[in-house]
């Protein structure tokens, strides 16, 4: 039983279907548009090219200028308008679509007016011309170290970047101006593009040394990735440079906010008992500071608590629920955070953890107004939850 179960399994496994791209039209004229669907994908950007001579010879076939990228979800879904070119070939002509990150081209055929069709000769006679391949070295990311310009980033502020790359031609043929994409960000698949410099012509043999200007948005905190890739050459070449941001500033920031904060609730305190109006101030414990920085930087960051109680499951090891997140953001009395606790958030979220800690505006620390349970005891922010 046991086996007939497994030979169904992988029955199934065989016969789902793999990535897949579909036109909306394949018969079509230089200048037109053609929308482009691609179904179970894996997530990520994925290049879209109008290509000739079947893409045999991968983006060396393709007009790689007027390329387009789309991002697929993660439900394997994504969409694209292409507008139709004049392959740098004759055809058969196809629609390719290729993960940014690297991976096999998928296909669909494409018939062009006005574009000829290569005979088989042509077609060898293509495949064996003189080789464009170009080969990235020398890369390095330089920044981060103390100056004006960036003492911002210190403080959880945008960061800059220099990312410097070598580009050397090492096939048979001269290139020039081969297309290179650049994004910047989070994870291997970064999703802000940056400005590309031109890479100009390389003779056979011949390299160039270039620099890119990288700002990474703020609040930059943690691990960033620099990914460029070069096309229209026999083979892409793709490349990718790693840099990190850290607020160093903001841990000592706390260190002097908290005491401070406690001054004045002491001061407001004392002008309060002499008939003076207290400050328009709202007293509140550490864990209830917590509780709204975390809601505030989940809302931030756009993630809903579903999102982000997957997050903290992952980071946790125990299972974290959309109404557990709601719970540490609103609960009354509020959640005791502990240290693992906070570390995960600060991760979830993507925020240095004194970025957790410190008081929003119009929060303090100190004591907040309490009532008696039906113990007699006092009970922590019995009031109502903070918010913002």
């Known amino acids: 039983m046991s086996a007939l179960l497994a030979a169904a399994l992988a029955g199934l496994a065989l016969a789902a279907p793999g990535p897949t791209v579909e036109v909306d039209r394949t018969d079509v004229a230089v200048g037109q548009t053609v929308t482009v669907d691609l179904a179970a994908w894996p997530s990520g950007n994925v290049l879209i090219e109008v290509c000739g001579n079947g893409a045999a010879r991968g983006s060396a076939d393709c007009a790689v200028a007027a390329a387009a990228t789309t991002f697929v979800t993660a439900q394997g879904r994504g969409t694209a308008m292409v507008t139709v070119v004049q392959p740098p070939i004759g055809c058969p002509c196809v629609v390719s679509a290729?993960?940014?990150?690297?991976?096999?081209?998928?296909?669909?055929?494409?018939?062009?007016?006005?574009?000829?069709?290569?005979?088989?000769?042509?077609?060898?006679?293509a495949a064996a011309g003189p080789s464009r391949d170009l080969t990235v070295s020398g890369v390095r990311v330089d920044g981060g170290g103390p100056s004006a310009a960036r003492f911002g980033a210190w403080f959880?502020?945008?960061?800059?970047?220099t990312v410097t790359f070598t580009v050397r031609n090492t096939g048979k043929a001269p290139?020039?101006?081969p297309p290179?994409?650049?994004a910047a960000g989070r994870g291997a698949d970064p999703t802000g593009v940056l400005d590309a410099p031109a890479i100009g012509a390389l003779a056979p043999g011949q390299e160039r040394t270039l620099s890119v200007k990288v700002k990474l948005p703020g609040p930059a905190f943690g691990r960033y990735a620099v990914v460029g890739e070069l096309t229209g050459i026999d083979s892409p070449v793709r490349f990718t440079a790693r840099t990190s941001s850290y607020p160093w500033a903001l841990p000592a920031l706390l260190a002097l906010a908290i005491p401070a904060t406690v001054l004045r609730?002491?001061?407001?305190?004392?002008?309060?008992?002499?008939?003076?109006?207290?400050?328009?101030?709202?007293?509140?414990?550490?864990?209830?500071?917590v509780a709204v920085n975390v809601g505030q930087w989940r809302r931030v960051r756009g993630l809903p608590r579903t999102a982000l109680a997957a997050a903290l499951t992952d980071l946790t090891g125990t299972v974290w629920t959309a109404e557990h997140v709601e719970h540490a953001e609103t609960a009354v009395?509020?959640?005791?955070?502990?240290?693992?606790?906070?570390?995960?958030?600060?991760?979830?979220?993507?925020?240095?953890?004194?970025?957790?800690l410190l008081p929003p505006a119009g929060y303090e620390i100190g004591r907040p107004e309490t009532r008696e349970n039906?113990?007699?005891?006092?009970?922590?922010?019995?009031?109502?939850?903070?918010?913002?």
């Open 98 to 125: 290729r993960p940014v990150a690297g991976g096999r081209a998928r296909t669909v055929p494409l018939t062009i007016k006005g574009v000829p069709t290569l005979t088989a000769a042509q077609r060898r006679t």
């Open 156 to 161: 959880g502020g945008p960061a800059e970047r």
């Open 175 to 177: 290139v020039t101006d």
């Open 180 to 182: 290179l994409t650049l």
């Open 265 to 289: 609730e002491a001061r407001g305190r004392g002008k309060h008992r002499q008939g003076l109006p207290p400050t328009a101030r709202t007293a509140a414990t550490m864990n209830q500071v």
């Open 333 to 356: 009395p509020p959640r005791r955070f502990d240290a693992d606790e906070l570390l995960a958030f600060s991760r979830a979220l993507d925020v240095p953890l004194p970025a957790l």
């Open 374 to 388: 039906s113990s007699g005891q006092d009970v922590e922010g019995a009031g109502t939850a903070p918010t913002i």
